[in-house]
Nanobody, 135 residues
Framework: QVQLVESGGGSVQPGGSLRLSCVASAPTNIMAWSRQAPGKEREGIAAILTSRGHIQLTRSDTTAYADSVKGRFTISLNNAENTVYLEMKDMKPEDTAMYYC???????????????????????WGRGTQVSVSS
């Protein structure tokens, strides 16, 4: 069982920036971020393949983003520390949500990310960190 712990949530004004971090207790092939706003379904927003991934089929550091955050959010990794980051810029009120770190070792999810799509189902989840964007 892999444990994920998020940090870095908070409140920010529209146009502002935040950086989320997530530390995993063990290395995985995929790390990702999802979010869920009140009354809405959970949305996969960013995912990245780690250096531990399916190297014969995919390339490490491959990323995928949801259209809703493309160009504003950046996912990155520190493989040595099993840590994934989400840099959020030009934030909007509609970015307000609980943000969850996720991870797994699924080949299907790795291929989805390689194809530019963020998976929605992962084996491991953090407890979430709240992000609020308002003036």
């Amino acid at each position: 069982q892999v444990q994920l712990v998020e940090s870095g949530g908070g409140s920010v004004q529209p146009g502002g920036s935040l950086r989320l971090s997530c530390v995993a207790s063990a290395p995985t092939n995929i790390m990702a971020w999802s979010r869920q706003a009140p009354g809405k379904e959970r949305e996969g927003i960013a995912a990245i393949l780690t250096s531990r991934g399916h190297i014969q089929l995919t390339r490490s550091d491959t990323t995928a983003y949801a259209d809703s955050v493309k160009g504003r959010f950046t996912i990155s990794l520190n493989n040595a520390e099993n840590t994934v980051y989400l840099e959020m810029k030009d934030m909007k009120p509609e970015d307000t949500a609980m943000y969850y770190c996720a991870a797994d070792n699924s080949l299907a999810n790795s291929l989805s990310i390689t194809g530019g799509r963020v998976p929605v189902n992962f084996d491991y989840w953090g407890r979430g960190t709240q992000v609020s964007v308002s003036s």
